[in-house]
């Protein structure tokens, strides 16, 4: 009892600090791969007895900085609901992560320990319930800060994310109905075949369109360039225009939490999440016949290495798109929600359905 | 709290207000527009200008007409050389005065540089509030170069003052060659990248096309000119309408829209940059070298001073580094030479009598540049459009009464019927496409 306990507090612990680790990292990312793009340099001062590592320390800066600015309000903003919005924000986003299988299973002192902190039979409803739950934030913030600027920002955030939820959950259900499962551990686990005898039988090969519907809507919530209605920074200021410091930074990093979130959940449910490709428990099996045999702890580390390699993937992609394209307007951002990716949706699963039907 | 605004008074109860500007990100620093809103759909509009205001005709009827060359450069500062130009210009039409060729070339390649660097500046701010930021860091990428070259030539990048009454300051810098065409390739380099970036972007389109659309008639009744009349298919521009310079000898088309929107007005400003490039590389290539200057050791002036009490004609003299290009024998080619219209030569200054008694006479108060009674008025192609200065003379050093005729200004008048009845969103890459410059606009 007690060791399960522990073992699940360790778990807790180590996925919350691989993911504010990778959202620091990724606010680094952005610097670099922004200024790489536009023919800059970008952060490249802070340092730690001399040693510069390309910036590396930036994100820690940033960090101290924020910390220790003032913790301001205005004078005619709702104290409580003001400091309670971007924890609001904060927490669901990163809540969403236990959900998340990074590895297979490891065998330790005897026990068999999956990696993931809990398998939740339900976990793609509670994935997406929480990310529905995150629009309080936004929702909070904007109505808080007593500003005409947040106020906009703040419905046009409510607007879109509830908009692209739809899609966002119709995307799903055609993976549900080819994977039969809500689990993501389980589902991970299906991928683990092969399609044809050759391809992996990954989401994204069985359902394409559902993947596009879902990154698109995916990009969508994430409320990045170019789906930045709710903070739109040239028109509206957006939803925390009068916040600053810590509170501030809890906003920023949600952001990239919710790049994080994504790109996880884009990689377990379409990706095949930590499988490699032909590697099964006794090591590499290739369709052409050949076999590489590798240790149990070998496997393991191939496959949380993959995991975390194919998150960094969409993490780069989600950077690339965010610094290529201009902003959408609010009406397009609807338009593109309810007239494209809804029906497409829609359309995916009478897809699925029927393929299945004739199967 | 002031008076109520119009909009303030007008407003439906059930609509909300919001205050846009003056310290907006998109307002660029110097505009307000109050906005009544039915959620994000604009009912009512009205645009406030003044925030720049610095009295810039009124300072000028104060200053004599050399000095107040330099508050020319502060109108439009993105493309300050204009400015000059358009003064400049309008001083010699009043004093009936020719410029020299060299120095007519020298103006035509820093307007161009100058009209590029102003179109890329518009366009990199357009698109950046559009959420492109890097076009913007790519078009500002490109000016570095533009503005080098001006840099070199100037001493200066934005407080220029490089183009004079009668001619220019001083010639170019040895190495212009090089830097000119460094910057035409890195400009090319980049307007290409930025139209394969979003030339053809759906996202951009759904931003642009069909919004903040103008009619001919409107927009002629507005007084608009420049590139976003040109984006209305009426093709007028000053260069070609009343050729000034060498104009009329180069070869260059005048870019039009169709249906003047923001589209177009961001198109023709891409495809005026190229013929603007292709300016420049024909001015550089009808440009000759400077001549060099005599050969020799250069003497220091305190030393041509002295020399000159003994009778003594000194060599060459070496000229304070803020002259350079300036040297007596190359002013020739610069400036009409007329004690009456632009700085004696320095040297002359040193070294003689005549020289240092024209030189005090042209900066004596009630001396200096004197036009003739009258009034008149001249304009060259900014780049926002026609850019027109109306000076009245009473005979005296000082300009009786001095009008700018800012092209912004008619164009940011239209701005609250472009609006209405869009959303807020719109208001961002109408406005960006307007090229809104704060010192010209408010003078």
Known sequence: MFADVLIILVKVVLTLMWTLLLALFLTWVERKESAVMQDRIGANRASVFGLRLFGLFQPFADAIKMLFKEDFAPSFAQRTLHWLAPTFSFFFVAVTMVAVPFGDTVRLFGRRIPLQVVDLNAALLFVLAMLSLGIYGILVSGWASSNRFALIGSLRGAAQLISYEVALGLSLVGLVMVFPSLSLARIVEFQGGLLFGVLPKWGIFLQPLGFVVFYLAGMAETKRVPFDMPEGESEIIGFYTEYGGLKFGLFMFTDFLEVIVLSALATTLFFGGWQVPWLGDGGFAFPWGAGIKVAPWGVTVLRVLSFNLKVLFFCWLQILTRWTYPRFRYDQVMDLGWKVLVPLGAVNILATGLVLAAR | ?443
Request: hydrophobic share 40%.
């Open chain 2, 1 to 443: 709290m002031g008076p109520l605004t119009r909009i303030q008074r007008e407003a439906r109860p059930e609509s909300m207000l919001l205050n846009m500007g003056p310290s907006h990100p998109a307002m660029h620093g110097t505009i307000r527009i109050m906005l009544e809103l039915d959620a994000e759909k604009i009912l009512n509009a009205e645009v406030e200008v003044g925030y720049l205001h610095r009295g810039f005709e009124k300072t000028c009827e104060n200053k004599t007409f050399f000095n107040l060359l330099i508050y020319t450069d502060r109108l439009n500062y993105v493309s300050p050389l204009i400015n000059n130009l358009g003064y400049a210009m309008t001083m010699e039409k009043m004093l009936g005065v020719t410029v020299p060729e060299r120095a007519q070339l020298i103006r035509v390649l820093m307007s161009e540089i100058s009209r590029v660097s102003d179109h890329l500046t518009c366009l990199a701010a357009m698109t950046m509030e559009c959420g492109a930021f890097t076009v913007f860091l790519y078009m500002m990428k490109a000016r570095e170069f533009l503005w080098d070259v001006i840099e070199f030539t100037a001493g200066a990048r934005m407080t220029t003052s490089y183009i004079r009454i009668g001619g220019v300051r001083a010639d170019l810098h040895p190495d212009w060659r090089a830097s000119v065409s460094t910057a035409i390739r890195e400009t090319r380099r980049v307007l290409q990248d930025v139209s394969g970036l979003i030339d053809q972007n759906s996202i951009f389109l759904g931003r642009t096309r069909g919004v903040g659309a103008i009619s001919k008639e409107d927009a002629l009744s507005f007084g608009w000119t420049g590139p976003c009349l040109r984006s209305t298919g009426i093709p007028y521009d000053v260069r070609k309408a009343h050729p000034y310079l060498v104009y009329d000898r180069l070869s260059f088309e005048v870019p039009v829209g169709e249906f003047g929107d923001n589209y177009d007005r961001y198109s023709v400003r891409m495809r005026e940059m190229e013929q603007s490039l292709r300016l420049i590389e024909q001015v550089a290539v009808l440009l000759p070298d400077a001549p060099p200057l005599p050969a020799g050791p250069a003497v220091e002036p305190a030393e041509a001073v002295r020399g000159s009490r003994r009778q003594r004609t000194p060599g060459r003299i070496r000229l304070s580094p803020n002259l350079e290009g300036s040297e007596k024998e190359r002013l020739d080619g610069l400036a009409a030479r007329s004690p009456s219209v632009g700085v004696p030569a320095k040297e002359d200054t040193y070294t003689s009598m005549e020289g240092l008694i024209s030189h005090f006479l042209f900066f004596m108060g009630g001396k200096g540049i004197r036009p003739p009674k009258g009034d008149v008025y001249f304009s060259v192609e900014g780049g926002n459009g026609e850019l027109g200065f109306y000076i009245v003379s009473d005979g005296t050093d000082r300009p009786y009464r001095l009008h700018l005729r800012a092209p912004c200004f008619h164009v940011v008048a239209a701005l609250e019927q472009l609006i209405k009845g869009r959303l807020i969103a719109d208001v961002i890459p109408t406005f960006g496409s307007m090229n809104m410059i704060g010192g010209e606009l408010d003078r």
